[in-house]
């Protein structure tokens, strides 16, 4: 069986992905935000990126079902708070900005996935929030792009470029 090609979906993302408190992992532990830049440097106001991350201990099992919905309406009301997930989904706003509320990771990084008009298939990254072993197995030139920027304590910033000279660098998990 051949297989047929991909097609840009979207943008639809700002229908039923996202989710009130989406980027709300966990409360009082660090801010990671950023923008998503296209090739030409502008940003991207119709992007989604996912997350997925370790409790501070490194466990990656998270918490299933901590969103709540509105008995009368259906709607999601958000989530419920309590409950460590490890997931977040978040749309960019119309300057291409994010906002993701978490704590730091035990395995010092955050898994992003990232759709975006234009793409064929989405594309994977990660935000390491310090130094980590890894990046050294990087090409100099190219492992900054996944270290976040501790702008002050417990803020950090990431951007993502989806081309030209600041890529960021993506993972081929296929």
Not at 47 to 70: I, M, N, V, Y
Not at 75 to 94: E, I, K, N, S
């Amino acid at each position: 069986m051949n297989l047929t090609p991909s097609q840009t979906v979207g943008p639809f993302y700002g229908y039923a992905l996202p989710f009130p408190g989406g980027g709300d992992i966990a409360a009082g532990g660090i801010v990671v935000h950023g923008y998503v830049y296209d090739g030409a440097g502008e940003p991207v106001p119709d992007a989604l990126l996912e997350f997925w991350q370790a409790d501070p201990d490194g466990d990656l099992s998270g918490a299933p079902g901590t969103l709540r919905r509105d008995p009368v309406n259906g709607a999601v009301a958000g989530r419920h708070g309590v409950d460590f997930t490890g997931f977040g989904r978040v749309p960019t706003d119309l300057d291409g900005r994010w906002t993701l509320r978490t704590l730091v990771p035990g395995t010092g990084y955050i898994s992003v996935c990232v759709f975006a008009r234009g793409l064929l298939h989405h594309l994977y990254t990660r935000i390491y929030l310090a130094e980590h072993p890894f990046l050294d197995t990087l090409p100099a030139d190219r492992a900054h792009t996944l270290l976040a920027t501790r702008e002050r304590d417990g803020v950090y910033r990431f951007d993502v470029h989806l081309q030209g000279d600041k890529e960021t660098v993506f993972f081929d998990f296929g």
